[in-house]
């Protein structure tokens, strides 16, 4: 029996959230990676988030939890080492939000699709195309891996009008 425990979510402006994560390289996923991704599900699942990396609750592996809604229930889907192997050349506005930025949401442009390669928890390898929210799940949890936040990536105009609840966040959980 796998021990599932709630996890710790790192807040803004944390320096952890900036850390570039390493990928697993044993083709068997260890028991330890396992219980951790149960953790991180249920970790999600408590704040209402449709996403989570590694990174936001302190742990340096390349791992990811997304969400996809389909017509009949909401999966979520662990991604071991993803990589984004191709992107669409459109982009659309994704609004955004961040459970390790509390509060703060705002317009990111994001490619409209894109295809993942990833393992799963057995370690085998999967490739999917996402398109709409989904796509900007796995693009933000993505950008989580390599130490990007999403105000990294909203346009001037959008951050100025976020620049005061970062402020806040930072007097909060000050570095």
């Not at 990007?148 to 001037?156: E, G, R, T, V």
Request: aromatic share 6%.
């Amino acid at each position: 029996m796998i021990n599932m425990t709630e996890l710790e979510i790192l807040k803004y402006p944390d320096p952890f959230l900036r850390t570039t994560n390493i990928e697993l390289v044993n083709p068997v996923i260890p028991d330890s990676v396992v219980a951790l991704i149960e953790s991180m599900k249920e970790t999600m699942k408590k704040f209402g988030g449709k996403g989570l990396a590694s990174t936001q609750v302190g742990k340096d592996l390349s791992i990811i939890i997304v969400t996809r809604q389909t017509y009949a229930k909401l999966d979520i889907i662990p991604m071991i080492n993803p990589e984004i192997v191709e992107y669409s050349p459109h982009l659309r506005d994704s609004m955004e939000g961040c459970l390790s930025i509390p509060g703060v949401y705002g317009f990111v442009k994001r490619p409209e699709w894109v295809k993942v390669r990833y393992l799963d928890e057995e370690g085998k390898e999967h490739t999917t195309t996402a398109t709409g929210a989904f796509s900007s799940v796995i693009q933000h949890e993505d950008d989580h891996l390599k130490g990007i936040l999403f105000i990294d990536k909203m346009s001037k105009k959008e951050y100025k009008k976020v620049k005061p609840l970062l402020k806040k966040l930072e007097k909060c959980h000050g570095e």
